[in-house]
Nanobody, 118 residues
């Protein structure tokens, strides 16, 4: 089992910045990726960014150039630096830890609210 805890959400004005953090603990083996998803009201959960065990980063088109994902392997922590925030970035952000062993298993945090509004 893997436990996932996010922090760092809040209210920010358009154009502002926030940094999300996610700490994973537990049986941390065969971790394929760690990343961030978000879900806005009435919409499906979507990938924001992830970083694989190889170091490869993947971003959604809507956040490229504005968001940066990074990872501290020693701390089992992944960060999402969000700059130039827009109202359409408002959503609950979920941290995901993806494990591949016998099969794929996804672990999720409880989510952290990000609201971009003036």
């Amino acid at each position: 089992q893997v436990q996932v805890v996010e922090s760092g959400g809040g209210l920010v004005q358009p154009g502002g910045s926030l940094r999300l953090s996610c700490v994973a603990s537990g049986t941390m083996f065969s971790i394929y990726s760690m990343g961030w998803y978000r879900q806005a009201p009435g919409k499906q959960r979507e990938l924001v960014a992830d970083i694989r065990s190889t170091g490869k980063r993947n971003y959604s088109e809507s956040v490229k150039g504005r968001f940066t994902i990074s990872r501290d392997n020693a701390k089992n922590t992944v960060y999402l630096q969000m700059n130039s925030l827009k109202p359409e970035d408002t959503a609950v952000y979920y941290c995901n830890v993806r494990q591949y062993y016998a099969s794929r298993v996804d672990y999720w945090g409880q989510g952290t609210q990000v609201t971009v509004s003036s």
